[in-house]
């Protein structure tokens, strides 16, 4: 009965009948019915290298990054994949004059040594490549030898790829990305071992409408974040804030879904401006507690983008808030709606698989709001009763009627999650 409920929400939320991305069943050799698991069936959670420490990189810090996943409590709110971003590679310059290698200085025993280690202790190993001669970074990529580098990545037990054309085809038509991540996809799937693909193109040429049909998990909607709430204008027309990320995901609602995520880009939880590869200079725990509940409802992976040495038990308590990250991995897998934009005053909004909804009402202005969420109007709910949950007070609040009122501070976002009461 609940799931009945919850499609008929999602049926109207959506406006479109349920794709077949949700994964069809399929029939195995002793003609038994199946569902074949859907890689990155909820979006990706874990940790990358890149936006703490750029091609700094070392064997050392992605143990002890495993590690501290473990002790931390990291991994079992569901933080498992570690991904080792731009950096890992032995060479600068283009690849048609090195080969693809680790670099032993930093990585001395390999990448199947720490994608061994990462499986010893439950968790996944992400590698970094771009489809050009050289990477961002000016590292060699892997143009041209696509099939190659796909089998190497499977051979040392890789789980998640990062495939970044964002500075080699920056100018590159639709066709020529199609084909370029087309060919990496193919050639991860040639290769038999199930690899997360995330093709990262900066949000440039719509990529969220054909990601999908080209074999990608998940794929950035912007440029790189700024480690910001609010910054006024775009960064060096480069950087997006807190802010403009969720401003730019606005629309793209129906492109997202099970294996197939719109991604808001890295957290910046915990990099409190130490970043030195973005731009900003740090928020408050509440301008990150209000990124990461929407960066959850708006079902986007959750990497976390700090050290996680720097970490705030305020930014630990954010991270491991396992209310909101049960919006994040719920099971029917969409990305939150903006239903009110009354100016600085939004409410976002989504069902969830047990038929509630999950509720943002965020403040972008300067000063305290009082935000009325109705119920009806707003979200055309047939509920008479309401009943209401604050996931960062983590407690049900009482039974409403048409609407529910509250008090919402500067750049706080209020997380609710609301189910029939009658
Ligand atoms: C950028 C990308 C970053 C990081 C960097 C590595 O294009 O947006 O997230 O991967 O390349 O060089």
Redesign the pocket.
Known sequence: MKLCHAMFFIALYSGIAISGNAGGESTDKNGEKYSPKILAETPPMGWSS??YYGDRINEKIIIDTIDNMVSSGLRDAGYIYVNI??GWQKYKGSRADHPLVFDEKKFPRGIKYLADYAHAKGMKLGI?SGPGNT???GYTGSQGNEKADAKMFASWGVDHL?Y?S??SHQQASQKVLKQVFGDMSQALQASGRPVVFHA?H?GWQNIWQWGNSVGANQW?IG??ISDDFNYPGNREGYYFDVLDMIDRGVGLEQYSGKGHWNDYD?LIIGLHGHSKELVGTGASDTEYRTHFSMWSILSSPLLIGASLDNLTKEDLDTLKNKEIIALNQDALGLQAKRYVSNGDLQIFAKPLADGSWAVALLNRSGQTAHMTLNFHQDLDLPWTKVMVRDLWQHKDLGTFGDSYQAEVQSHEAKMLVIRSGW
């Open positions: 890149w936006n971003d731009d970094y990477t961002c970074a990062k970044d964002c500075c990262c900066c950035r440029q790189d890295m």
